[in-house]
């Protein structure tokens, strides 16, 4: 049975973080934000959460934090060559891995297609408005006018332990 703060984990998805905000980012570092919406239905239990998201890209940084709509942190996940973290809301210590998804897959029990998020998000995918990668399966179902996703709908259906996934992204405009 997958608990409460795997269910949050995954919204993790998403992928990379730090608690301190104080961390400065390169210059060539890439920010989308938005809200996010997850719904995750098992035999055992249903979650339902939403909040904003923080997800940054840079060479060799990748970091993604969940936030409730006041700003707390719910979920932060950092990703460097040197490892991936994660953390829960304001817990001191992280959880670690050589990446994300050997951490997902330790925390959670499956991964995220985290690549393909920062993928679809900076266009890097062609025009494709549905895919799936690793048992997720995709749809763009809207896009701004310059043709970058606005709102991004993520499913995975349910196997074994892992929970059946909602997980839709609304971005904001740049």
Same mark, same amino acid.
């Given at each position: 049975?997958?608990?409460?703060?795997?269910?949050?984990?995954?919204?993790?998805?998403?992928?990379?973080?730090?608690?301190?905000?104080?961390?400065?980012?390169?210059? @060539?570092?890439?920010?989308?934000?938005?809200?996010?919406?997850?719904?995750?239905?098992?035999?055992?239990?249903?979650?339902? @959460?939403?909040?904003?998201? @923080?997800?940054?890209?840079?060479?060799?940084?990748?970091?993604?934090?969940?936030?409730?709509?006041?700003?707390?942190?719910?979920?932060?996940?950092?990703?460097?060559?040197?490892?991936?973290?994660?953390?829960?809301?304001?817990?001191?210590?992280?959880?670690?891995?050589?990446?994300?998804?050997?951490?997902?897959?330790?925390?959670?029990?499956?991964?995220?297609?985290?690549?393909?998020?920062?993928?679809?998000?900076?266009?890097?995918?062609?025009?494709?408005?549905?895919?799936?990668?690793?048992?997720?399966?995709?749809?763009?179902?809207?896009?701004?006018?310059?043709?970058?996703?606005?709102?991004?709908?993520?499913?995975?259906?349910?196997?074994?332990?892992?929970?059946?996934?909602?997980?839709?992204?609304?971005?904001?405009?740049?």
């Amino acid at each position: 049975m997958i608990g409460r703060r795997a269910f949050l984990g995954l919204a993790c998805f998403v992928a990379a973080a730090i608690l301190s905000g104080c961390q400065t980012l390169p210059r @060539e570092a890439r920010r989308w934000q938005g809200r996010f919406s997850l719904v995750a239905h098992s035999a055992a239990q249903n979650v339902s @959460e939403t909040g904003r998201f @923080e997800l940054v890209e840079a060479p060799d940084f990748r970091r993604l934090d969940l936030l409730t709509p006041l700003s707390g942190v719910i979920a932060r996940i950092e990703s460097t060559s040197q490892g991936a973290s994660l953390w829960f809301g304001s817990s001191s210590e992280p959880a670690t891995a050589p990446n994300i998804d050997a951490l997902l897959l330790r925390r959670l029990g499956f991964t995220v297609p985290v690549e393909l998020l920062i993928d679809l998000l900076s266009g890097e995918n062609g025009s494709a408005d549905t895919g799936s990668a690793g048992g997720w399966q995709y749809e763009i179902s809207s896009r701004t006018s310059s043709g970058t996703p606005r709102r991004l709908v993520f499913r995975h259906e349910s196997a074994g332990q892992i929970p059946e996934i909602k997980l839709i992204l609304a971005v904001n405009d740049a």
